[in-house]
């Protein structure tokens, strides 16, 4: 006897829950159960159950136990896994190309011609000496102790996520920022996306990818790390000065033409903000991501987890802060110089 | 001065809310403003409008915040449409305008100046002055030259390279009016343009806009809630309370003959002998006058004033480009100066 057997005995449903059986694997508290022997235990109002599935599947053996959800979900996901994965693998596949060519690329080309681009680059975006040299440091430390190709896997990861989620994540946003409906009902999603612990991403995506693609682990990068690029374009756009666009308006622009000239490089400052939110997101997803085969830095933190190897964890801890901060100060450096061309 | 209609606007109403044309057929019936809002939930924006802008005039719509002048500027280019009735501009009702001819309309006719400048922050002065032909496809090439020469006549020479946020705010005004300019659009719709300026810069912006003004004969609609910047710079006055247009006219005519205790109030902190011109006052001329001198029409009656050292018994011969055209005598002037009735309290 159960506790809440008088609800379906009050229902009529005796019959129904005569019928059922439970296929649900049986959970460790049945087992224990079944171990200690039952016994017929006095039952008193302080040791009341919630009516929950479990608890009302001990009183109806029709009513499903709550590990059927999640079981159910499972099944259902694996029913409809080989038609999605039909659909997503084609759309996916320039990911995974555009990740091992990226990772090819860095790996293949000597250092002594990849040092000097990206010091290049950096000094094209921030105009700061100084910066060019921290970067030449760090990268020359860490390519000292024999990180180099580990660090260069990581950059090479995030450039092309951080590159596909601007591509993607841009034009969400101005969308949004033009359609109240849209905004309304995108940001759900995009509170999902950013509050979802990231191991979960990576469920599903094993399910439906190998894991010997690279682009499972791109895919989880660019869901986990699109949301702030989008928010920031969609709030940036909403926040151009009223009248500007009036102005805009009264001149007689074309709505495309405010878009271009007035919208973006007005909105700019924030789609910056929202970039370096983007490229820093994706590099604390690309540690996590390499549980699921993402080379880099990453596969030495996990070495280090695995093997309890204390030095290699912290060695290779502290280089993904030294790119964090690097692809920081980056970022923030061209941040500064497009708000100082328009502060208002 | 008999002056072709530019702009016509004819019993224009504008409601704001989510029914306005249910809550149209009550304004239509009486329903006042405060009614409006408590029956209906819906404000009047603008009650039965009808004004109309000279060619070549200055038109100054005064009124205080939320009189809806603002509101009525916004529906000459159509930032605003109407609830109902029509803007004509050239014989045309812009209302029944497309998009495309609307937005040339805007571009080719009619220019605009904002209170809070509104210039686009990312680009240089000149590439802000050359904004309308930007928008009609030209390069920075091709308004260059034209850029500069309006730049250089508001006074803004060799600031051309620098971004808005380098300039105070008069300059930024300036980049503004040479904006407006440089599109060479026969209207300008000017909102509160100076209100953001200090009164020193606000009189230079003044004087700036009647020079150029003398130069180019532009048709000029004008929105304030200063009556001194109002009667300094009208050729015609429209004066808005609540969403109504409560008198328009001359200026100098709505000073003498106020017809509501709202305007009254409004003239009655001015400075009378500074704003009211000779040619208000004057009387026709006698043939019977001995006159202690002349004056210009225009002058205003504060210089006679310092010129007769207060003898009320004198009487001035005025002239217009050296030719009589009536006198003036010390007596009406010192009755013109006297506060209109109600003022005082």
Same mark, same amino acid.
């Given at each position: 006897m159960a506790t809440y057997d008088w609800l379906f005995s009050s229902l009529g449903l005796e019959e129904w829950c005569g019928q059922g059986k439970s296929g649900a694997p049986m959970s460790m508290a049945d087992l224990l159960a079944k171990s200690k022997g039952d016994e017929a235990q006095e039952e008193s109002l302080w040791d009341l159950p919630f009516p929950s599935m479990d608890a009302l599947n001990e009183s109806c053996a029709a009513f499903p136990k709550s590990r059927e959800l999640t079981k159910g979900l499972e099944d259902g996901f694996l029913n409809i896994k080989d038609s999605l994965s039909l659909v997503l693998d084609p759309i996916t596949q320039p990911l995974s190309w555009g990740l091992d060519g990226a990772l090819y690329a860095m790996l293949n080309t000597p250092w002594w011609l990849v040092i000097p681009i990206m010091l290049a680059i950096v000094f094209l975006v921030s105009r700061s000496w100084k910066l060019v040299a921290f970067v030449a440091i760090a990268i020359g430390s860490l390519a000292f102790i024999d990180h180099y190709d580990y660090a260069m896997q990581t950059l090479a990861i995030i450039f092309v996520c951080a590159f596909l989620c601007v591509l993607l994540g841009v034009p969400i946003g101005i969308a949004m920022a033009r359609s109240d409906w849209l905004q309304r009902s995108a940001i759900p999603v995009l509170d999902m996306l950013q509050t979802l612990p990231p191991f979960v991403y990576l469920i599903p995506l094993i399910f439906l990818f190998s894991?010997?693609?690279?682009k499972l682990y791109g895919i989880a990068i660019i869901l986990y790390a699109i949301v702030p690029v989008v928010r920031l374009t969609d709030l940036g756009i909403r926040l151009v000065d009223k009248e500007v666009i009036e102005a805009a308006d009264a001149f007689g622009m074309t709505p495309r033409q405010k878009l271009f000239k007035v919208q973006i490089p007005l909105a700019l400052p924030n789609i910056m903000a929202g970039v370096n939110q983007t490229i820093m997101m994706s590099l604390a997803m690309v540690v996590i991501a390499s549980l699921v085969s993402a080379p880099g830095l990453g596969v030495l933190v996990l070495r280090g987890i695995r093997n309890l190897e204390l030095g290699v964890g912290l060695v290779s801890g502290l280089g993904i802060v030294l790119l964090a901060v690097i692809l920081d100060r980056v970022t923030k450096a061209s941040l500064a110089r497009v708000n100082a061309a328009q502060k208002q | 001065m008999a002056k072709n209609v530019k702009i016509s606007i004819r019993n224009l109403y504008k409601i704001f809310g989510p029914e306005p044309d249910v809550a149209l057929e009550y304004v239509q019936r009486g329903m006042t403003k405060p009614e409006l809002l408590e029956q209906q939930n819906h404000v009047l924006g603008l009650r039965d409008i009808n004004v109309d802008i000279h060619e070549g005039e200055i038109t100054v719509i005064m009124g205080l915040s939320g009189s809806g002048k603002s509101t009525l500027i916004r529906h000459l280019n159509r930032l605003i449409d109407p609830t109902s009735g029509e803007v004509r501009v050239d014989g045309k009702d812009?209302?029944? %305008?497309s998009e495309e001819t609307l937005r040339k309309l805007r571009r080719t006719t009619m220019s605009m100046v904002f209170q809070k400048f509104a /210039? /686009?922050?990312?680009?240089?002065v000149v590439e802000n002055a050359g904004l309308s032909w930007e928008i009609g496809g030209q390069t920075q090439k091709d308004y260059e030259d034209e850029a500069r020469k309006w730049l250089a006549r508001v006074g803004l020479e060799g600031n051309e390279e620098q971004y808005p946020h380098q300039l105070s705010g008069g300059m930024q005004q300036r980049v503004g009016i040479a904006r407006a300019l440089v599109s060479n659009a026969p209207i300008m719709l000017m909102d509160e &343009? %100076?209100? &953001? /300026?200090?009164p020193l810069i606000r009189s230079d912006m003044q004087d700036l806009l009647l020079e150029l003004q003398e130069e180019l004969h532009k048709t000029i609609v004008f929105i304030t809630h200063d009556l001194d910047e109002a009667l300094k710079l009208a050729d015609h006055l429209v004066i808005l309370k609540e969403g109504e247009v409560v008198q328009q006219g001359d200026p100098q005519d709505i000073l003498l003959n106020p017809n509501d205790p709202y305007i009254v109030d409004f003239v009655s902190d001015i400075n009378r002998a500074r704003v009211l011109r000779v040619r208000s006052v004057m009387t026709e001329a006698r043939s019977d006058d001995e006159y202690a001198g002349e004056v210009v029409e225009n002058d205003n009656l504060e210089s006679v004033l310092a010129k007769s050292e207060g003898d009320v018994s004198l009487v001035y011969r005025v002239v217009r480009d050296g030719e009589t055209v009536g006198r003036l005598s010390m007596l009406d002037l010192t009755k013109a100066l006297v506060p209109t009735e109600g003022a005082s309290r």
């Open positions: 894991v010997t693609e690279s | 812009i209302l029944n %305008f /210039l /686009l922050p990312h680009k240089t &343009a %100076f209100s &953001a /300026l200090d």
